[in-house]
Each structure stands twice: as C-alpha cells, then as structure tokens.
C-alpha cells in the first residue's frame, strides 16, 4: 500500500532522475487514477488531495469539515483504504487508485452501505456521511460480517454532530447482511 | 373566530394512543380539510418512510453551498481580531488592494467611526478581501496593516461581575434586546458588565418558603458549547445589477432574504436565497451573521460572485455558542412533595451578546404556587453566543432538574413518584411511566451502594420546550395535467427531512405515493416558508401542506365529478385513484383525472392557520400551542471510580411531538438530541484563556464531541399525542429531545456515587475531584 518514493513529484529522487524538475511553488504535473479514470492535472505542489477532488475536478461529495484529520468527513480510499483526504498531498498519491463517494455505486446500482444508511435514515444533514460511508464500506471489504463494535472501530475517526452513529451502525451491519445473501 | 356560517365542527381524534383516547369537537373554518384519522389508519402519515433525498446525500451529488461553483467565483477571508478588546487606531489596505488576484477590499472596522472601531473579542471582523483564490485572499489579509490599542479586558463571568471589573461596554453602546439565544428582554438596566434582572414572580414567595417543611439550595454551572456544525458557515453572494442571489447554509431562507433586502435597500422580489444541502445549524445558522453581510458587500464592490467559508478556527470563534450560566436554586417543599416555593437566581454569558437566560423550566415544569425568578446576563470579552438546541431551558433543565432529585431524595420518596404528585402534564406522566418500564426503574438502588471500582445508577430528567408555530409559512401545491405533483416552500431541509414530511402529507391527502411528489423547497422563490428553528418546522409547514393540496384536490374533484356522474363532494382520493365513495367501482386514476383539466396546470396557496381552539400566545409572526412539548429521559450510567470515566450505557428517550408524521426521521431527531446534550453532558466545553482572552481549543480535536465509542443503547419511544389543533396536529422534537438528556445522566451518576456533581461538563478530572480523590479545579 505505500508508494515507492521514486515515483512521487517533487522528491530529491525526483530531481536526481531528471524526468521532473523539483516541482512547486507553482503548478506541476500530476496524473491521478481516480474511479478507474486517469486524470493530468497541473496541481500546486501545497494542494491537498481533498482541495484537487474538490476544487479541480468538481468531485465535491468528498467533504472537508476540519481540514485538519480531526473529522473524517473527507474519507476516500487509496488503493482501497481509508484516508483523510485533507492530510495526504495530492502530489504524493503516485500511481495509488483513488475512490471517492462518486465512484462507490456501481452506475445506478448502489453500494450495499449506500442502500442500507437509506433504508435506515444513517443520513441526517448529510455532510459527513460520505466520509462515514467510504469507512463502513472498507470494513466491510476487511470484515464480511462485522459486529457493531467493529463498526464503531471503523467509524470512531468520525464526527458526526446530527448523532446518525446509531443508525450508521445498524445500517452497516445490515449491509453486511445483505451482501452475504 | 370566525362569523357564523364560515365554520363548522367536526369531531377530531384526541388524546394519548394507548392512554385515554377519544375524541375532541373543534369548530374550524370551511376551508379547512376534513379531519385526519389517527395514524394507524393512514396510507402514508405516520409511517417510517426513508428520506426522499437520502439518494443524493449517500452517492454524494448533494450540493452544499461549499460545493457550489460559478463562473469568475472569488473566494472572501475575513481578517479577524487578535486582541480581546482593542481601539483600531489606523487601519492601511494599499498593499492588500494591490496584491495580485485581490478583486476587492473592504474596511469593516473603521478607525473614523466609534461603533466599530471598537472590538471586543478575538475574531471579531476587522477586513475581509475578495481574490481569484483562497491563497490569494489569505496572503492579502496578512498585507493589511492594523495600529491596535489594546484595551482592558475580561473573559470570565464571574470576574466580569465583580464591581470594579473592566467594562464590555458602555451604557450607549450596550445592545439593548437581541432576539438571538433566548430572548433578552428589552429595557433592563446595565450595572457595569451586568444587565438585568429580568424579573418573574407569582404569589408569594416569602410566604410559600415559611410553608416549607424542606428547603433544597444549590448552585449549577453550565459551561460555554459550540455547535461544531460539519458543514461550516457559509455563503455565495452574486451581486447582479437586477437582483442579489445568494446561496447559504441557513436555518431561515425567507428570514435571511427579509435581513438582506433590509440591509442593502433592496426590494424583497430582488433578494434570493437559496439552499440546497445543509451541513447542520443547531441554532447557530438562523440569520445572515457578520460573513454573511461581508461577503454580500464583497461581491457589489468586485461586481463578481463571492463565497466565504468559515474554517473550523472561526466556527469555534464566531460563529456562536450556547452561553455558560451560573444557576441559583432554591426550592421549597411540604413533607408529602407539594411545592410551596421556587426561587432563581440566574447569571449567564453569552459573551458580548445577550441572551444567556436560563428559561422556563424553573417557573413552568411543576406546579408551584409561588415563585420568583432574577435573570441576567453577563457581557465578557469573547465571541458571541446565540440559540443552540433547546437555548435557555437546556442549561435551566440541568439545574431544576438535579434540584428536584435533591428534593426527591429528601423527602425519602421516589422521584418518579415525586413527579406524578407535582408535575400537572397527563403526557409527561405517561411517559414516565413507560420509561420507567423499558429502563428497569425497578433495579435502582440507593446512591452509592454498588461496590467500587465500577459504580452503575440510574436517572431520570423531564424536558420542558414550547410547541411553536410560525404563521408566515407557506405552500403551494400544483397539478400538471399529466398527473405530476409538485409541492414547493421556502423552507429548507437543515437534515430533519421536512421535504420527505411534505411529500408524505400531500401523498396522503392526494391519494398517492410519497415517490409520485416531486418536493422544491429551501428557495425564496417559493412561497415563504417557516424558519428551521424552535422547533417549529413541522408544525407549521405540514398544516398548509395539507390544506393546498387539500384545496388543489377539490378542483380535481369538480372535474372528475361529472366524468364519474357523482358529487364532487362524494368522491374520495386514495391508492392512486379518485372513486365515488359508495361506489367504489366508479373511479378513475389520478393521472386520469389530471388529463381532465382544462388547464396545464393547476395550483392553490395555503398560509398556516391559526391552531384549532386559537393559540395561547402570539408574539409577532409566530406563536405558542396550547400544550407544551416535552419528553422524559432515563439514563444508565457506569461510574469508573478509579479514572473517573462516566459511561453511559443507556439511554430510554420517551419523547411527545403531537402526531408523529414520520418516526423513522422523528427517531433520528431524538438520536441527535440525546447524542448533543450526552456530549454536553461529559465532554465539551469552550476553554478561554483568562490571560490572553483566546479559545484555547478552537478545533475538533482539543474541543470534545463524543464519538462513535461514546454512543449508548438509545431506545426510543415516541408518544403518539392527538388533540385536534390543526390539519395535520404535528408539533416538534427536536429541541426537546436535546433538553433532559444532561440531567438524567447527572442523577444516574449521582445514584452510582452518591455525590453530586453540580458544573458541566461532568469530565474524569470532574468525577475524581468530586469524590475527593484529586483537588478540585475551580
């Protein structure tokens, strides 16, 4: 899961391998693979991963709330797990794949933890449940059929001030429910 | 009430379901839609229906104002205070102004004007700048050149009491009655930081305290709280030469429209306010606020559109607070429980605003014949607070309701049985007496007797919250002729799902699904619809709801009467088809009977009526019901004697709301509730630094909210509670069920350790001081 060095922008292997100048302040190339596309981007060297999903590419289902890794609601996968978005830059993703909340259903059909936080109202104001839907479908990937204490692990990195937790963990452990069957 | 011959009577369904039902006769205006069956015989009212915008919200296509872009959008940043109180002497843009990508500065404190020269706490606006980006804006704030003279100040309650204590303000440029929090009264008198009392009395007090057999007294300290909103204050102002349109995460888009056209000299049909996704409010979202008027002045000076977004530092500043207060109990008892007298003495701090009462809990929650109540507020030099779920009777309920513990605990009887003699509500009694079932009340035992290390009790509170009603609310409900159904208000969805409530109420009266309403709402250019605070969204959007689609039906009717050969007054409305009501076999589809309209579309307008029997009180363009709202609350804690950890491991939440429209949303209203005031309860507080006068924990991690380990079993049990008073009958949750969550769990904790804890938040260090095991902070 982590990214050899080499291949990250703006690293002194970087510059030494003459195939990309040491990058910043301005804007340097980057390709992200994000929901199974590729995108090459000119990203600011000092730009958050949350900031390029936001403000570049207008995938705004990922949240920032406290910019700071205090909050979750930026969650998104790489490579398939949880981070906070607003604590990695996006010039050190590498060739790691990126899923955001836009790219969890597959097309019309959603995701198990999608239709469940549905059906069970897991959802109030709605701003930190994409977040606290990308970790409860990584734990359903790690954990098949987890307890509601594991759900409690997944999500205890988020906050959620409207107090969806009870239904976020009754819909999880419905999901996983249904995913089995 | 209305001249005879424009009403008639008609028999509604009344009382507790389950609990003494029957029916009540309300004479009501002709208008006015047949009366609706209890829940158990509707189609769609009443029954757990999943959000209808749920979809967007979990693929993440919700658009919150965050997420909103425009063509040539410039993001606004706000230079903020650093000094707790401070003249500003000079202030120099030049450098800002020209910094590159800088669209537009603007001066907020001027040096030349005494009203805002002056700034009394950190993060008070000082500039704001407009540029392409938020890099941009922020390098320009840092170009601004400020001469502060600092000035004395004083960021606690207590000194700020004190004679002698640097003054806030002066008797000129106090405020004078902010509606903000709960409501200030007018024309109190300021001695130097404090302003009041604001005075409440009843009988004799004198009198009732020489009738006592027991007197309890006590002091409750309530801490400062932050909303902690996720989605962050924030605006999109677009100035245009015809009209101002503004995106907003706001509680009350017609009140932030009405705020905006008083503000810049517009005409009302030239300000827009729109909201699609809102990040949550709890209060701190109800009016245009300072950024929100900045960032509209930045967009008419760039001639551009301007978005601010509040970062978390700010929200924690200034973006309001639930306001620390300092209660004063004394209550009088006879042997056998019966109040003789109540006094408080209340001092508050909502920081340099006003509005840190402590509310009706004291002098409206039991029957008491005398009573005596002194309010007041404190000003300090910090940021200032405003409502927050259930302001005023959150804080008075965590003191009136340990004193009535206290009381219980004196007289040798039960509380529970303590309530049923003092407290006069038939729903309260109810409910306590099904909590105290679904808790186990039973096991209780005296204060203290479980072994240590680990101490368990149990506790229970009541929540007191008038039943509001907004009168300038709203809907329309149109027809089109291919049988689509829309329903459309300005009223916003802040995450309580009134649009799925909307839809299920014009369903219900339409004969159709919840899925066939497409619903519009949170846009001015709707029909104006109620606020999204008090408590008050669904009682006063629902009964127009109802009445225009009611309205919209009997047009439908007088169509399809002649294609059906039937009165239009014999037809009924319901599984998608408009039928004869004695020949059911004589029917037609809606979209059927839509395609008999002559005209495209149809549509009728309903303004809120006034309550069935008329209100207990008006005030302006809002209003009381008759009955208050409510609930009772049992906790179940686990003390840890040794870290002082309180872990509350259950929650029975009995709560009233009327007709309950939807229990799923209603059930995720009461989470909320309960979550906040446990979270009140044992975590958070706003820390200032007496030195400095700055939060010293401005952030989510240094300021604690609970978390998904902290979350107890919550069982819910919502009160179905008839009593005719409107279309729909529906009243409010949200606030009340924030309300008795704090006390219950204080009382279970005092039940596990046999010591009382009287200050909020009830920490570990908190816990162990009380107990005596490490010296106490204060």
Known sequence: ?????????????????????????????????????TFTLQVEPRMTLAEVLRGLLGLTGTKIACNRGTCSACTVWLDGVTVCSCMILAIDVGTRGVTTIEGLANGDQLHPVQAAFIEHDAVQCGFCTPGIVMSCAELLERTPDPTAQDVRAAISGHLCRCGTYPHVIAATLAAAKARKS | MAAEGMTRVEKFPSGIMGAGFGEVERQILLEEPPPLAPNAALAVIGKPIPRQNGRAKVTGATRFTVDIALPGLLHGRILRSPLPHAQVRSIDISAAANHPGVRAVFVIARPEDPA?????????????????????????????????????????????RAPGASPVYDAASAPKGYASGY???????????????????????AKGFADADIVVEGEYRTQVQTHCCMEPHAILADWREDGLTVHMSTQFTAGVRDELADAFGLPLDRVRVIVDGMG?????????????????TLSRQAQAPVRIILDRKEEQMDAGNRPGTSQHLRIGARHDGSLTAISLLSYGTAGIALGAGVGNVAQALYTCPNFEAAQHDVFINA???????????????????????????????????????????????????????????????????????????????QSLWGANVHLESACEVCVMRDGSVEVLSSVQDIGTGIGTVLAQVVAETLGLRPDDITVRIGDTAFPVGPPSYGSRTTASSTPPARNAAWRVLQLIFREVALALNAGAEDLVARDGRILVRDAPSRSMSFGEAAALLRDERISAVATRSDDYGGFRRRMGDAALAQQDLGGVQFAEVAVDTETGIVHVERIVAVQDCGRPMNPLLAESQVHGGVLMGLSYALFEERILDQHTGRMVNPNLEQYKVAGSFDIPAIDVVLLEYYQGQSATDAYGIAE?????????????????????????????AAILAALGKIPARR
């Open chain 1, 1 to 37: 899961m982590t990214e050899p060095r080499s291949t990250r922008i703006g690293t002194t292997e970087g510059a030494k391998g003459s195939a990309f100048p040491v990058a910043g302040p301005g804007p340097a190339p980057i390709t992200l693979k994000i929901n199974g596309a």
């Open chain 2, 116 to 160: 805002t020269a002056i700034l009394r706490y950190i993060g008070a606006p000082v500039a704001a700048v407009a540029a392409v980006s938020v890099a941009a804006a922020e390098a320009a704030l840092h170009l601004i050149r400020v001469d502060y003279k600092s000035l004395p100040f004083v960021a606690d309650m207590d000194k700020a």
């Open chain 2, 183 to 205: 409501p200030a009264p007018r024309g109190l008198p300021l001695n130097g930081n404090v302003r009041g009392p604001a005075n409440s009395n009843r009988g004799d007090i």
């Open chain 2, 280 to 296: 949550g409010g709890f209060g701190s979202k109800s009016s245009l606020g300072n950024y929100g008027r900045i960032a509209v």
């Open chain 2, 383 to 461: 940021g200032p607070g405003c409502a927050m779920r259930g302001p005023g009777n959150t804080p008075g309920a965590w003191g009136m309701e340990q004193a009535i513990d206290e009381l219980a605990e004196r007289l040798f009887i039960d509380p529970l049985v303590l309530r049923d003699r003092i407290d006069p509500s038939p729903v309260r009694r109810e409910e306590r007496r099904i909590g105290a079932e679904r808790i186990g009340w039973h096991r209780r035992h005296a204060p203290g007797a479980d072994p240590e290390p680990v101490k368990r009790g149990l506790g229970v509170a």
């Open chain 2, 736 to 764: 009340p069920s924030n309300i008795a969550t704090a006390p219950a769990i204080a009382n279970a904790v005092y039940n596990a350790i046999g010591v009382r804890l009287r200050a909020l938040p009830m920490t570990p």
